[in-house]
């Protein structure tokens, strides 16, 4: 009965999908892709991603390792099955391996970290002993410092400033941070920065562990042993090889010294366990930290210095070890020097059945249904580029690499790029380039949610809806994670990034717990996601392949930037409230006056004034962009003949373009993208309108109005460029 | 130096305090009660307050023991020694003794609670065993029950919609609770209003325990072992004897059958550490709770029900008990049938070095000094009556059955009432008629704060901007939670309750560490805070007995009645918005999409119509009043003849009456205050214009009608009151 309301949910389904009108296709072609799109779906199987997850997640496999060169070569050979040119693009790429992990506290009381995390009854996969990757963070650098220790809370920015109001000083110590708040690179730099000599990155079982439910393998959750791996290389800095920055790391490239590669971090750092943390944490005098500093431990958080004492010893075996990039190509039967890309990595840090398997087996499954439509006679028309990179966990190397090594081609060839990593069961989650909204929106609304039977857009509405949204379709933008940084941020190409979740928590991210047995029991048990995520992607790769005109809508981007540019003006305004707010304060004495005068406290001072900005520049930029972008949604771009759409999407594809520029951001001339940047202080997270946004946080008043300048000279920019496809169409 | 300077710092004050105008004095009065009240601070003495409190801590004096006997003749003694007119006045009054208290995990595996706290090192008077009261919540009923255990997180009514949104029913189970989020009352009334048949309360960490800071004995929070005793009677029904509603618990006085009593609880309940709490809870499975119920046990929390099954016995000798309130009187010189009464309880749950001592001593040493310049010729014009109420803690019994007894005469003679109960170090805390605002204002503006230097009035409003506030002096709303509570709800005295805190937080509540010793290294160390205390009650209590014009002002009592308004205006209104949201989001199924399908859940329904209520009875009745406040306002009350004064301070005694109502609120017609009154499902947190704003909250609309209009009437019977003042003044 279950099956045969699916069934007419799925029928009712599709005929609201044969009505639909896609952009970028006239309504003859629309009907051929809306067809093509149900053939496609009609290849996809859940067993394939199944016994292909359970295949390529028994070993771990990250870069370097001949389970990782194995698996590059069997998939190299389904491509080639499948009908696809497929081959290996190999780089030389740093990677550091642990040679001696030693954290000890050393007073009040001796003990030694584990740094273990222990096998559990009924997931095989973690039995592996020696096969498993011992926890670290790759590219700290080696040490071997000892020294009383602070408890930073995140370790981020304003936890600093409230160390400040405490009058406790990091320098020369070692700092404990807990994960999460930022992502783990901002850890040791901005400790490295306050003067520590060591960074210890731990869970908290508050925001990873019994707090958020029962713990592997009782539930989904970081059991007290559970490490959390990760690379905290300088990624905002620029991503990729330490050795080769803006280039590619071929065999014979000329590298840095490994002493002066500016995104290893200049003190060692580890991540441990809950397990490990407790004795360390427990043994911290001191103040008692904030409420929101404190985590799930039965303990009293206390902040230090002291008087625990750590010893923290790290050696590192640095090799340059092999990253193999998979690259299958299909070419485009009438455009093949227009290359649509998709992409999703391999290595993982252990055995990565979520992280990056769940997507990497979505894209396979996508590839071989495209395969099988093509040698059906469907071949797309536009050249497809599937990637499987390598070498993504030590920090997006292998396709920063790739990006560098092809940057000219790519920017004369590449649509778009479509990238995946992990996936999970819930909601469509969708970031990237606003000019593709619309069509993702539309693509959104004709792939059925798996567990509702409505589509995922309107799963994701409702979610949006219940959670005080308005419910409207938007892409998050991109800051950074995975292999879409550098196609986005260093070569301007319009990207995505495509996942589900929200209803998959746990706690196995880069453990030896993120096994084939635990995707199973917590993740996306029957694959439906799996195939969800496949379909989704998959129409937008063929959507993109076959448009007679690209999909690119302005309004959107246009009304986004809009959006952000309120935001940052915003952000200037409520910066200038707060001082003048705090500096009354500080005039009435209100801190002195309400402060414990028991309690060790700095009395804070004046902040420095907050000045106006003149904004117009970029207001006056956007309002003249609208005249252009509301020219263009004007046109009638269907009625234009073949050889005037094939003209214009040669424009179209470089429109992404018009948003980098040469020089790039400050201080970080990697990153070129003027509009979507990853948080010099964030990481991922992050910062749209960045030149400007970060200036503005940072109070660099003088590098703020630089910044306005030059992203009103962006926005001018593109304002030619949309005057130039307008003035090509007739 | 530090001596001297603080010297400086007084004087400088002390001139500042001398310019002062006082309200109800003329400059030439208000001169002379500025140097009685310079007199009377030199009068006190943090040495006595701490030798009283070491003696009255020293022996748990719970109501019925020979201690607490012991200490009110020993303080009526004392009174006596001041030149007061001393007497014990003693009601017979119900209270049980724990006779078998058992409480055992039976499913999954059997754990029996330990219900004691454990002795600590470095404070002996934790050492006292069977002399302790054992731990238990007074005015439960007997009972033997045996379950399956839910988790209710606080127990309150929001609690109960998110277990009935899960699909969990309470129903014959067995609830465990968290203490805090309401008065503890309100979690075995609403668990058996749900269908429970038995109640756990215990102390989270979270909001008592490690979590805060150090434990006891190395800093001041609950240990793992320590429990909150407290009294669960339904006292927002009616407090006092439970056998004696409305009339004094006299030796002869007709009672209630025990088992008619309506304030004794339904089921039976029992409070524990969180040491017992944890296997409990860690044994539940079922749902994960929501982010907002999880304290800080190192366990994921489940609600349940089960697999956990719990017994529990309770069995407890009733008997009847004297309580003994000592009053304490010296008569006024001008006014004798004109009573200023300052009341503090002296019956402790245990030692209760912080509840009630450390409030007790700052009165008797208050009444000391007062006495000292009554023997030297200043003797206060009104009759002052200081009190010393017996079993509080039980249920407000003392005071209550007192005043049960002296109602008319009280209501004839009684200018004001002014409560403190426990104190210690930080800011003053002031709660009360709003009559009184201006009074207390002025009084805080002269009294220095022991640690800053500036005025106690200065400090907090210190506080009150750091912490977003406008800074402006006000007086919190008085629900109830100790003494003043038969005073101001049942006979419309006008009260003020003070007191100190916020800089001496810890776990000792209740408890048996709630000793000398503790108070001693972690509340007020010195005692200055006492003294502050007897400075700021002393001051308002001189004041209101020599003030020629009692200082009462209208004009902050009719604007603090028209932001009540306000509040419940919006609530209806925000009822309104987030029933249409709600509403809206049902018929986009949103909440249906948007769900976990793995996760149990009850689908929400359609909420009820919120109708638009007509406030514009109270709306006028306010403006209406607004014009006699200001008239009264703008009266030369100093210039009135002597007589002119007198008669005017008759009637003003009586203004607070004119606010209550002799049927009382629907369902509880003790409580008779109309603007102020404890929540029905709050316990000790008040709830203004009750009869209106309960029935709102509960969608009670006909009810809301019907208070509305009784409300408006009495805004016409003050109004009335107040045409009748201005009438009698030329």
Redesign the interface.
Known sequence: MKILINLLLALLFMVGAYAQTITGFSPGEAQKQLVLESRFDAQLSTDNLDAWMEKMAARPHWVGTEAGADLARWMRGQFESWGYEARIETYQVLFPYPKIRLLELTEPTPFKAALTAVPVEGDPYTRQGDALLPSYNAFSRDGDVEAELVYVNYGVPKDYEELEKLGIDVKGKIVIAKYYGSWRGIKPKLAAEKGAIGCIIYSD?KDDG??????YPK?A?KNATGVQRGSVMDMPLYPGDVLTPGYAATADAKRLDREEAPTITRIPVLPISYADAEPLLEALKGP?APDSW?G?????YHIGPGPAKVRLKLEFEWKLQPAHNVIAILEGSEYPDQWVMRGNHHDAWVHGAADPVSGMVALMEEARAVGVLAKKGQRPKRTLVYCAWDAEEPGLIGSTEWVEDHLEELQQKAVAYINTDGNGR??LEAGGSHSLQTMVSEVAASVPDP??G?SVK??Q???N??NGGD?AFALDALGSGSDYTPFIQHAGIASLNLGFGG?SAGGEYHTIYDTYTHYKRFKDPDMSYGVALARTAGRITLRLANAEVLPLDFGPWHQTLSNYLKEVMKTSESMREDMLKHNK?ID???????A???KPRVTPTKKNEVPYLDFSPLQNALATLQNEVDALAAKDLESLSKPGKDALNVLLMQAEQQMISEEGLPRRPWYRHQIYAPGFYTGYGVKTLPGVREAIEQENWEEARQQIGKLAGTLERMRAYLIKINASIP
Do not use: N
Request: proline share 7%; charged share 20%; glycine share 10%.
């Open positions: 079982p019994y707090y958020q439910g029962d713990v539930g959750f008692v404190k799930a431990l039965p303990i009293t819930g909601f567990q509702t409505v309107e799963r509405a409702a979610r809806l219940t419910g209803e304060l009435k004495k209100a801190y002195l006056l309400s414990d005068p028991t």
